[in-house]
């Protein structure tokens, strides 16, 4: 999946969003099926789709970093 940074006319796809759209993702098809995003929107769903695909409540982050700290970078 490619996603574009596109300066123009085109409105962001959120349908409660009244922005420019600044990326695109490309659909292949033509600039007006892709997926539009300004850049809130943008941030928004990068921000949504890291709480689904990266499912860490902010204690185990906490614990994961403090471990992290006691054995270094070797895991990494
Ligand atoms: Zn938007």
């Given at each position: 999946?490619?996603i574009e940074?596109?300066?123009?006319s085109v ?60 054995r270094g970078?070797?895991?990494?």
């Amino acid at each position: 999946m490619i996603i574009e940074k596109i300066s123009g006319s085109v409105k962001c796809d959120m349908a409660s969003c009244k922005n420019k759209a600044v990326y695109s993702v490309d659909s292949k098809v033509s600039l007006s099926q892709n997926l539009n995003l300004c850049e809130n929107c943008a941030r928004s769903l990068y921000e949504a789709l890291g709480r689904i695909f990266v499912p860490k409540s902010p204690q185990n982050m906490l614990s994961n970093s403090a471990k992290d700290k006691k054995r270094g970078k070797d895991e990494v």
